[in-house]
Every structure is written in structure tokens, then in C-alpha cells.
């Protein structure tokens, strides 16, 4: 009976030891999965920098049923503001859906981009401080999804890799549940990034 009681012991530890193995195996591939289903990358390209509203809303992705778009338009648009503030005012004003910008959001574009429109331009694939942030054509960019971007409901934060920064850079939107459409909620990649080499005294 001794050892019969030890190999059944020994059988029930195996057997347990297992379950727990596979349960711990399982939470490990659910979370990799969710991970994988809310962490990845969209490329867009562009034809044009749209230069007025009009141009905007003929780009496929101003259909803006995705803030990947969304985000990748805005980009677009800013690219605009150094030929034509005015236009690009009245874009972002159409991005932002039922809220136009305000004021302040208008004289935090004009201080982050009125002495350094490359700023815009170096979100676009190709554009280097090597080349003074000139993007290559057709004009691409990639939006980035992270685990936490889509955390609250209605609302999405995405980011952008600037040629001239080592991190990406966010942009913040808003869901409209009643037509399912993104809009722009704030520009949040227009910080600093590394000089163009020519206005570089350092470089």
C-alpha cells in the first residue's frame, strides 16, 4: 500500500503540476494576443500636401472612420503652414469635427511652427536633419498604436516617429459615437526636435 499511495501521489502532483503550467501558459498567450491586437503600425501615403479644405476632403482618408487617419492628416495639413496659415487654420478647424481651435491652439501652432516649419515635414518618411527634413515622394508616414492608446472609450492617443527625435511623438483624438469618425483633439508632437544641419552651428 506504501508504495502504491506514493505513485498516486506522485500522479496527482504530475497531473496538477501540468494544469498549472497550462493555465499560466494560456494567460501568457491571451495577454500576447492582446498586445499583438493593440500595438501595431499604419502607413499612409499621400499624392499631395493637401493646400486647402477642398484638397483635404478629396484624400480617401478624410472619411476619418479611423484615428490613424485622422492623425496621418494632420501631419498633412500642418506640412501646409508654412505657404498658407490661414488655409491650414481652416483644415485643422474641419479636423477637429464640432470643436474649431481655440485661440490658444491657434498661437501654439504659430510659436512651434512659425520659425521651424520642418517640424511638420520631419514626421514624413525620408526627411532627415541631413537633408533639411525634405521628405521623400510620394509623401509617407506611419502612425503608431500602443497598449494604452486606445484605453479610455471615444478617445485615442497615436504617435508619430520624427526624423529628428529619438521618441515618437503623441497626438491626441476624439471618437464621435454617433457617426463613428475621429477628429483632432490635440497636438501634442511639436516640441523640439534636432536642428536641419545648415541652420546647425554645431553640426
Not at 464621435?176 to 523640439?192: D, M, R, V
Amino acid at each position: 500500500m506504501g508504495l502504491f499511495d506514493d505513485l498516486k501521489r506522485m500522479a496527482g502532483s504530475t497531473v496538477k503540476r501540468e494544469a498549472t503550467n497550462a493555465i499560466r501558459n494560456a494567460a501568457t498567450d491571451a495577454k500576447n494576443a492582446v498586445g499583438k491586437g493593440r500595438n501595431h503600425t499604419e502607413t499612409f501615403t499621400f499624392p499631395y500636401i493637401p493646400q486647402s479644405l477642398a484638397e483635404l476632403q478629396a484624400l480617401p482618408e478624410a472619411s476619418l472612420d479611423s484615428a490613424f487617419k485622422t492623425t496621418a492628416l494632420t501631419l498633412a495639413v500642418l506640412c501646409n503652414y508654412e505657404y498658407n496659415p490661414e488655409a491650414t487654420f481652416e483644415m485643422l478647424d474641419w479636423l477637429k469635427g464640432p470643436a474649431d481651435l481655440s485661440p490658444f491652439e491657434r498661437q501654439f501652432i504659430k510659436e512651434h511652427l512659425g520659425s521651424a516649419t520642418y517640424k511638420a515635414r520631419s514626421y514624413f518618411h525620408g526627411a532627415t536633419p541631413q537633408n533639411g527634413y525634405t521628405p521623400t515622394s510620394p509623401y509617407t508616414i506611419t502612425v503608431i498604436e500602443n497598449p494604452y492608446s486606445f484605453d479610455n472609450e471615444n478617445w485615442a492617443t497615436l504617435y508619430i516617429q520624427s526624423g529628428g527625435a529619438d521618441n515618437p511623438r503623441g497626438m491626441k483624438l476624439r471618437q464621435k459615437p454617433s457617426t463613428g469618425q475621429w477628429f483632432l483633439n490635440e497636438i501634442q508632437c511639436l516640441s523640439q526636435i534636432r536642428l536641419p544641419v545648415e541652420e546647425d552651428p554645431w553640426a
